[in-house]
């Protein structure tokens, strides 16, 4: 079955801008969304269908997917960024949904 | 407003069924995809399995197949999921969430997850 890569932490000062990578065989041929769980809360969509934003989200979230990798990234960083991001895709393959291992952001 | 609630928390030992459910509003509900999610404690997002309300169309991730039932009841707005012999293992987070009206459409609304604890 389809399987998805992420690292497992990503570590940014405040005001810099952190990305987190979603790994994937030809990942670039799949719609990738993404959600941002923060403690104790459900997770949130932040970014869909590569590179949209649901309303409500601040334009600092954007990602891109191309090839093997999609990319999740969050500018300007806010200590209120500081979550757990997972990547989602559906294999069409498979008829399945699949969520990477997800990331842990840290701000410094 | 979109919500989808899930019931309480519930407390079960090793061998007993259990059945938690999701009650959609503020939507249609018989045309969106609704899945459910484990979380495992201090872990990832796994997917379970998916359900379309308005056929019952059920797919199910091989890791879950045969070990729990999904469920829904279009009258009631509600989908299930369910366990005949509880296991430790299964303690974990459970969230329902709204997908689109395709499989390839993100999880868009979440409830607010049942804590389910298998323990003697």
């Known amino acids: 079955s389809y399987m998805m890569t992420q690292p497992p932490s990503v570590s940014v000062a405040p005001g810099q801008t952190a990305r987190i990578t979603c790994g994937g065989n030809n990942i670039g041929r799949k719609s990738v969304h993404w959600y941002q769980q923060k403690p104790g809360q459900a997770p949130v969509l932040v970014v869909y269908d590569d590179s949209d934003r649901p309303s409500g989200i601040p334009e600092r979230f954007s990602g891109s997917n191309s090839g093997n990798t999609a990319t999740l990234t969050i500018s300007r960083v806010e200590a209120g960024d500081e979550a757990d991001y997972f990547c989602?895709?559906?294999?069409?393959?498979?008829?399945?949904?699949?969520f990477g291992g997800g990331t842990k952001l840290t701000v410094l | 407003e979109v919500q989808l609630v899930q019931s309480g928390a519930e407390v079960k030992k090793p061998g007993e069924s259990l059945k938690i459910s999701c009650k959609g509003s503020?939507?249609?509900?018989?045309?969106?995809?609704i899945g459910w999610v484990r979380q495992m404690p201090g872990k990832g997002l796994e997917w379970m399995g998916i359900?379309?309300?308005?056929?019952?169309?059920?797919r199910y991730s091989p890791s879950f197949q045969g070990q729990v039932t999904i469920s829904a009841d279009k009258s009631i707005n509600t989908a299930y999921l369910q366990w005949s012999s509880l296991k430790a293992s299964d303690t974990a987070l459970y969230y329902c969430?709204?997908?689109?009206?395709?499989?390839?459409?993100?999880?868009?609304?979440w409830g607010q997850g049942t804590l389910v604890t298998v323990s003697s």
């Open positions: 503020g939507y249609s509900f018989t045309t969106y995809w």
């Open positions: 989602q895709v559906w294999d069409s393959s498979s008829g399945h949904v699949v």
């Open positions: 969430a709204r997908s689109g009206r395709q499989l390839v459409h993100p999880f868009d609304y």
């Open positions: 359900i379309y309300p308005g056929d019952s169309d059920t």
